[in-house]
């Protein structure tokens, strides 16, 4: 059935691309293919697989016609890169589907993405990155029945790597905005939001009262008036099974609550969560990314250097409380701190504990107050980052990062809380005639796990097109490894290429807080993206 | 069978070929304060737009967005340009998006695209991704990626449209 689906999506690609020239619809897409040849490097520990190669590829199709528009995505995994689930190696269009839409109303039949309020309920997306790819294969109806009130409704079953997996999900959501609705004329905004989702797995084990259908709902509310804006979220969710146990899980909750107070020149923001019990997928038996029905992000800043990401905080979706505070601020242009051009300083807080509670046979017991921080420590970070231009030519960022990362909670072992301190330079050059260099250099200094590392790189740009850089890992503390890597790119339009050689460290990669593992890695990474 | 889907794939570029002028789709985006808006609604009275997607924790992104604000004053007065700055933060960051783009007081234009739905609708593979759209929001240009002295090229695509 599916194959007749995907003949029809095509064939209809083609025949209005062909005829393209007589009507209205455009054909648009993208590709990307990633590709590395490995090496085996016993330094690092990196073991090239038996074909040495591994090679990830996605074209992307739409075509738009008038109130319809269709797609499809190819993917082939030939064999999958190193550190991508070995399911998916196979290739073919997994993703297809077909929408209409009008001003009210948007039908989609087959492939879709989709989010209700934050995505502490439900969140359908893909970060290829991380391997991830959780699109419903179903419908998705969303309807305006007035301009302030927006309906959504969902059906289908999730993608598992080039298959779909056993659960059913269904769920409708709804967000109003008040203020609109009572035609209020203010410059205040007042949304509230709710949302409802059921998921049903059959259960054959022998466990009485097992639950095969979990529902799980969510109230929302955003309110922002003058510099102040609140955002609140609480979400509840039925006994459920997962993977590391064979009893029934407990009711999970989710609360998420933010305040930001901003104005020129200056913005705060402080929010806060409390997960409990919040694994939620569409299948039972799922493990590590796959079939996630919500999206529980890491509340904490993602760091833009490679050192800050050695460790990252990976939430701790059974059981975690805690949160973050975030402050920017220019200094004004021609003030004594801001000199000529101004000066950005960026402040960012965040700590996390685990909920108190015990954790048996994968199910938590949560024995503390809902607001309660007795459990341990997982993760502290404080940052600040301080950005100035100075010339025209030479601008400048430095860091400084302080974290506390509990790495026997977080990631198994004995190595108990990692304290470190990251001091980071950015420097930025122009040269003439479009050319620039960048420098960046960071220390970690750790007592702890690995302890100290040294990271350096250098950039050097030509025009908009040609990009060539060399950096180095140093682990000083306990291993004596360099990783260096060389590479160069080409952009021209919407089209780069480039070439890499050298090594990549084993550890957690971390897209907006969800994480895979990447093991230890040597050899020439090519790759290649184009949208057209 | 899937060597014949490529086939016919392939083929189908090769005998359409491909159309390069994209317009901008109607995806839902939202607003800093949370309302939703359409992508399509995206107007400056007959003048030119850049278009950047970028993300917080993206280097290059913030680069290329921290130079466009250096020269918005003098590009403004020129071309009486806008800049919409769309970020692709997922609702890990979103919260972050907003103090940091008061706290830099960015003059631009700013949503949330939560879902990347409208980074999915013009194909743009990673960030920075950056577009030239003119008086009739057509795109005329676009661009990956960031390079030191980039605004240069994109301010020029800009200044050709005044011609």
């Known amino acids: 059935m599916n194959k007749v689906y995907t003949y029809l999506i095509l064939l209809s690609l083609c025949i209005s691309n062909s005829v393209y020239s007589q009507n209205k619809g455009t054909l648009t897409g993208s590709f990307e293919s990633n590709n590395q040849i490995y090496k085996n490097d016993s330094k690092i520990g990196a073991r090239a697989p038996k074909d040495k190669f591994g090679s990830n590829n996605y074209l992307k199709l739409d075509y738009t016609y008038g109130n319809f528009r269709a797609g499809i995505q190819y993917e082939a995994y030939l064999p999958p890169l190193l550190g991508y689930d070995f399911n998916l190696e ?17 039908i989609t039949v087959g492939n879709f993405y989709e989010q209700f309020g934050s995505g502490l309920l439900f969140r359908a997306w893909e970060d290829r990155q991380l391997g991830l790819n959780n699109a419903l294969e179903g419908v998705n109806i969303k309807f305006k029945p007035t301009n302030y009130i927006s309906l959504k409704a969902v059906y289908g079953k999730q993608r598992k ?22 035609k209020a004329s203010s410059n205040s905004t007042f949304l509230l939001g709710v949302g409802y989702l059921n998921r049903y797995q059959d259960y054959t084990g022998p466990l009485e009262d097992y639950p095969s259908s979990v529902d799980a709902w969510s109230a929302r509310m955003d309110f922002s008036t003058g510099r102040s804006a609140f955002q609140f979220e609480y979400v509840r969710k039925g006994e459920d099974g997962n993977a590391s146990t064979p009893q029934i899980v407990s009711e999970g909750e989710a609360l998420l609550a933010n305040y930001s107070y901003t104005q020129k020149g200056l913005g705060f923001n402080f929010s806060f969560r409390r997960l409990e019990n919040m694994i939620f997928r569409s299948e039972r038996e799922a493990v590590n990314n796959e079939l996630l029905v919500n999206y529980l992000p890491a509340n904490t800043k993602q760091h833009k250097y490679s050192l800050a990401n050695i460790y990252p905080y990976s939430t701790q979706a059974m059981g975690e409380i805690g949160g973050q505070i975030d402050f920017v601020y ?9 000199g000529k051009y101004g000066t950005n300083v960026a402040l960012n807080y965040s700590h996390y504990n685990k909920l108190e509670g015990t954790l048996v046979d994968g199910i938590f017991y949560s024995d503390s107050d809902f607001l309660g921080l007795d459990g341990s420590k997982l993760y502290r970070d404080f940052n600040v980052e301080i950005s100035k231009k100075w010339s025209k030519k030479l601008k400048s960022t430095f860091a400084f990062i302080n974290l506390e990362y509990n790495k026997s909670e977080l990631e198994g072992g004995n190595k108990g809380m990692v304290k470190s301190k990251i001091y980071v330079a950015d ?6 005639k479009g050319k620039a260099l960048r420098t960046e250099l960071q220390y970690l200094n750790t007592d702890q796990d690995m302890g100290d590392w040294i990271a350096g790189a250098l950039e050097y ?72 | 069978m899937k060597k014949f889907v490529l086939t016919l794939i392939v083929g189908c570029l090769f005998i359409g070929g491909i159309h390069s002028q994209k317009k901008l789709p109607d995806v839902t985006i939202k607003t800093l304060s949370g309302e939703t808006i ?45 800049i919409i700055a769309i970020s692709v933060d997922d609702t890990r960051a979103s919260a972050r998006v907003k103090s940091l783009v008061s706290g830099k007081d960015w003059p631009f234009e700013v949503y949330l695209d939560q879902n990347q739905n409208l980074k999915r609708a013009l194909n743009v593979v990673n960030v920075p991704h950056t577009f030239v759209l003119n008086g009739n929001g057509e795109i005329v240009w676009e661009h990956t990626s960031y390079n030191p002295g980039n605004e240069e090229e994109v301010i020029e695509q800009v200044r050709r449209l005044m011609k």
Not at chain 1, 427 to 432: D, G, H, T, V
Not at chain 1, 468 to 495: E, L, P, Q, R
């Open chain 1, 90 to 106: 196979d290739n073919g269009i997994v993703h297809r589907f077909v929408t209409y839409e009008d001003n009210d109303l948007a």
């Open chain 1, 161 to 182: 790597y080039f298959d779909t997996g056993d659960g059913r999900i269904r769920g409708i959501d709804g967000e109003i905005n008040v203020l609109d609705a009572l």
């Open chain 1, 330 to 338: 220019t200094f004004k242009k021609k003030t004594a701190l801001g």
């Open chain 1, 427 to 432: 420097i930025l050059y122009k040269l003439k």
């Open chain 1, 461 to 532: 740009n030509i025009g908009s097109k040609w990009s060539f850089f060399v950096s180095d890992m140093y682990n000083s503390g306990v291993s004596d490894t360099h990783y260096i890597n060389v590479g160069g790119s080409y952009v021209k339009n919407a089209t780069r290429f480039s070439v890499s050689y050298g090594r990549q460290k084993e550890g957690l990669l971390c897209v907006g807080g969800v994480c895979r593992m990447v093991p230890a890695a040597s050899g020439l990474t090519i790759s290649l993206s184009k949208s057209f």
């Open chain 2, 38 to 82: 359409s992508s399509k609604d995206f107007f400056n009275n007959g003048k030119p737009i850049i278009i950047s997607f970028w993300a917080t924790w993206c280097k290059p992104c913030l680069n290329e967005l921290s130079s466009f604000n250096d020269e918005f004053e003098d590009w403004y007065e020129e071309t009486g340009l806008k």
